[in-house]
């Protein structure tokens, strides 16, 4: 057993990118801070896979969204690493039994446009409801409402139209050279991580918080807690005295939803599709997969599973995702694709127990739950990672954020401490 190394003033649970940039801001204020992460790495649910192909892999998190305004893609560009910045587009979708001439894929692609924009004019914080019955009438409605499951992670059916408008809306989705989530560790190989530590319990009663791990226990002035909302929803950590009611709901109306990932590389003499291509494919009712081609300008393809789909091929168990996704690819190149394929590997993060899926939606009526969860508990027990951040939930540079939030709370708190 790794003995704990110090006596902090902060214990930061959880070593995601809400974690790593909270104890970096906290650390360059002179507090001392320890970051304790159950996983055996850092990056938490941004984590990049440098060994499965030739080319990196983000297993979670991989793209600087909203960029134009994503503080991550600023700091990108301060150090000189490249982005990439194709714009990704329909070329083939396939839609219940159809499969869509060029004409009709350029009506999905201004069908997916008009859906988000009534979406968001829809919006009403005093009447919340599904975003499935904000979803304007189309031949393509029920192929395209599952890209809000993609984004979200939640189903139309159960995801809420004033969480979705509250998100900031802004230009460019881009990649980062050598995979988002190397670019994370990279940004924070300064902050000392104790790894294969999980937090079992955190006791906030006293005038120090008492935080319970695998490793011993330690104690602190304050303890910021970083796990998803699926980890808070188990209850694989212990609280004393328990969460305040407020903060339960809050949970609940969060659910951890899910996005799983197949990664595809191909035989490099394979060029049927390049980067930015993007295809759909959409055989049945519940099952959808979004298949983006030449990552990195490479042969590695990625296909997208969320939601309610994503949950059932994870139970069907371990290659069930990557046969829809190999189906999809038959569909659009013919049965001899498979003979291009070189390697395949796929995600299963609603069975990761220290993640419980992949981000949070928010219930209709749940979007409020998201101040409610940031707020802090008697200036001792702090909360920050994406489902805290109404503009920026479900991101990486949101968790990113968050983590510069909680800092500049706990500084705040600890100076009205020595005010006296």
């Given at each position: 057993?790794?003995?704990?190394?110090?006596?902090?003033?902060?214990?930061?649970?959880?070593?995601?990118?809400?974690?790593?940039?909270?104890?970096?801001s906290?650390?360059?204020?002179?507090?001392?801070?320890?970051?304790?992460?159950?996983?055996?790495?850092?990056?938490?649910?941004?984590v990049?896979?440098?060994?499965?192909?030739?080319?990196?892999?983000?297993?979670?998190?991989?793209?600087l969204?909203?960029?134009?305004?994503?503080?991550?893609?600023?700091?990108?560009?301060?150090?000189?690493?490249?982005?990439?910045?194709?714009?990704?587009?329909?070329?083939?979708?396939?839609?219940?039994?159809?499969?869509?001439?060029?004409?009709?894929?350029a009506?999905?692609r201004?069908?997916?446009?008009?859906?988000?924009?009534?979406?968001?004019?829809?919006?009403?914080?005093?009447?919340d409801?599904?975003?499935?019955?904000?979803l304007?009438?189309?031949?393509?409605?029920?192929?395209?409402?599952?890209?809000?499951?993609?984004?979200?992670?939640?189903?139309?059916?159960?995801?809420?139209?004033?969480?979705?408008?509250?998100?900031?809306?802004?230009?460019?989705?881009?990649?980062?050279?050598?995979?988002?989530?190397?670019?994370?560790?990279?940004?924070?190989?300064d902050?000392?991580?104790?790894?294969?530590?999980?937090?079992?319990?955190?006791?906030?009663?006293?005038?120090?918080?008492?935080?319970?791990?695998?490793?011993?226990?330690?104690?602190?002035?304050?303890?910021?807690?970083?796990?998803?909302?699926?980890?808070?929803?188990?209850?694989a950590?212990?609280?004393?005295?328990?969460?305040?009611?407020?903060?339960?709901?809050?949970?609940?109306?969060?659910?951890?939803?899910?996005?799983?990932?197949?990664?595809i590389?191909?035989?490099?003499?394979w060029?049927?599709?390049?980067?930015?291509?993007?295809?759909?494919?959409?055989?049945?009712?519940?099952?959808?997969?979004?298949?983006?081609?030449?990552?990195?300008?490479?042969?590695?393809?990625?296909?997208?599973?969320?939601?309610?789909?994503?949950?059932?091929?994870?139970?069907?168990?371990?290659?069930?995702?990557?046969?829809?996704?190999?189906?999809?690819?038959?569909?659009?190149?013919?049965?001899?694709?498979?003979?291009?394929?070189?390697?395949?590997?796929?995600?299963?993060?609603?069975?990761?127990?220290?993640?419980v899926?992949?981000?949070?939606?928010?219930?209709?009526?749940?979007?409020?739950g998201?101040?409610?969860?940031?707020?802090?508990i008697?200036?001792?027990?702090?909360?920050?990672?994406?489902?805290?951040?109404?503009?920026?939930?479900?991101?990486?540079?949101?968790?990113?954020?968050?983590g510069?939030?909680?800092?500049?709370?706990?500084?705040?708190?600890?100076?009205?401490?020595?005010?006296?």
């Open positions: 057993m790794t003995k704990l190394p110090c006596t902090p003033d902060v214990i930061v649970v959880g070593a995601g990118a809400a974690g790593l940039s909270a104890a970096k906290l650390r360059e204020a002179g507090v001392v801070a320890l970051v304790l992460e159950a996983a055996d790495h850092i990056g938490g649910r941004c990049t896979d440098m060994t499965t192909f030739a080319t990196p892999f983000d297993r979670g998190g991989s793209w969204h909203t960029a134009a305004i994503n503080p991550l893609a600023r700091r990108a560009e301060a150090l000189g690493i490249p982005l990439h910045k194709t714009e990704w587009d329909w070329r083939r979708v396939h839609a219940l039994g159809h499969d869509l001439s060029p004409s009709e894929v009506a999905y201004a069908y997916q446009e008009a859906m988000w924009t009534d979406i968001h004019a829809s919006a009403d914080p005093n009447a409801r599904a975003i499935e019955a904000a304007p009438g189309s031949p393509w409605r029920e192929t395209a409402k599952h890209w809000v499951t993609m984004h979200l992670g939640g189903n139309a059916d159960a995801a809420s139209v004033v969480d979705s408008a509250t998100y900031a809306e802004a230009e460019g989705d881009w990649l980062v050279e050598g995979g988002l989530g190397a670019f994370i560790a990279q940004l924070h190989a902050v000392p991580v104790q790894c294969g530590c999980s937090v079992t319990s955190i006791d906030y009663s006293g005038p120090r918080a008492s935080v319970e791990t695998t490793q011993g226990t330690v104690q602190a002035d304050q303890v910021v807690l970083t796990v998803s909302t699926g980890v808070l929803a188990a209850e950590i212990r609280f004393d005295p328990g969460l305040p009611t407020e903060k339960l709901t809050a949970i609940d109306g969060l659910p951890n939803g899910l996005l799983n990932k197949v990664g590389e191909f035989d490099p003499a060029r049927e599709a390049i980067l930015g291509d993007c295809m759909d494919y959409h055989p049945t009712e519940a099952e959808f997969c979004t298949l983006q081609f030449g990552f990195y300008g490479s042969t590695l393809a990625v296909g997208f599973v969320g939601g309610r789909c994503a949950d059932q091929l994870e139970i069907d168990g371990a290659g069930a995702a990557t046969a829809l996704c190999r189906d999809a690819l038959r569909s659009f190149f013919g049965s001899d694709v498979d003979k291009r394929i070189l390697r395949t590997s796929e995600t299963a993060w609603r069975s990761n127990t220290l993640t899926g992949s981000y949070s939606f928010a219930k209709p009526g749940g979007a409020g998201r101040r409610v969860l940031a707020e802090p008697e200036d001792r027990l702090f909360f920050a990672g994406e489902a805290t951040m109404p503009e920026s939930y479900s991101t990486v540079h949101g968790a990113y954020l968050s510069q939030r909680v800092a500049r709370e706990i500084l705040e708190a600890r100076g009205r401490r020595a005010a006296g």
